[in-house]
């Protein structure tokens, strides 16, 4: 599956951003959706996941009451599967670029995710 990420951009502390990925093909009841983001010369961290059928959610503790992972399942064959993050209360150390992923198992392990977009960049700052 391909997936393409947007919505990054330069904000205030406390304020909002949603990046939203569009996944090539629809993904429901075959891949896990996530959102990792790094900075520069450091590893990927996990931000959050949800499962293939939405049920189950995982966040890291840095990010949780904060930041909201949803997804949208395509209606029909032609559509195509999107998953959201919408990020609340952003902070400086929320800056680094957001990748999303698709993957097998629902984990916080990048390694285990076959599937990413390109990146985007996300800057909090005044």
């Known amino acids: 599956v391909q997936l393409q990420a947007s919505g990054g951009g330069l904000v205030q502390p406390g304020g909002s951003l949603r990046l939203s990925c569009v996944a090539s093909?629809?993904?429901?009841?075959?891949?896990?959706l996530a959102w990792f983001r790094q900075l520069p010369g450091k590893e990927r961290d996990f931000v959050a996941a949800?499962?293939?059928?939405?049920?189950?959610?995982?966040?890291?503790?840095?990010v949780r009451g904060r930041f909201t992972i949803s997804k949208v399942v395509a209606p029909d064959s032609n559509s195509k599967d999107t998953v959201y993050l919408q990020m609340n209360g952003l902070k400086p150390e929320d800056t680094a670029i957001y990748y999303c992923?698709?993957?097998?198992?629902?984990?916080?392990?990048?390694?285990?995710?076959?599937?990413w977009g390109q990146g985007t960049q996300v800057t909090v700052s005044s």
């Open positions: 992923a698709a993957g097998g198992p629902l984990t916080r392990d990048p390694a285990e995710y076959t599937s």
């Open positions: 949800v499962s293939w059928t939405g049920g189950t959610i995982y966040y890291a503790d840095s």
């Open positions: 093909e629809r993904t429901f009841m075959r891949y896990t």
